[in-house]
């Protein structure tokens, strides 16, 4: 899987805006915290598509902690305020 640099960045910049926590729960898998993401970025006036690859890549960067949603997904030890 490829990410696309731009993708990576958007994903960051909604990360950023969330509270990270010590615990990985299970309310939201990366799926639904990418369309977060990307609705969080449409309401800014922002064209925003960020792929699963592009929003994995920018958990890791952030050093955000994971656990496995299956084959694909993740969930992240993330608390969403948006």
Not at 7 to 33: C, D, I, M, N, Y
């Amino acid at each position: 899987m490829r990410s696309d640099a731009r993708e990576v960045e958007l994903a960051k910049a909604w990360l950023a805006q969330q509270r990270p926590v010590s615990r990985v729960g299970k309310r939201f898998t990366s799926w639904h915290l990418r369309r977060m993401a990307e609705r969080w970025h449409r309401l800014q006036g922002q064209d925003a598509c960020i792929s699963d690859a592009a929003f994995h890549e920018a958990v890791k960067r952030m050093g955000l902690s994971t656990v496995p949603a299956g084959p694909v997904f993740m969930y992240v030890a993330l608390e969403v305020v948006q």
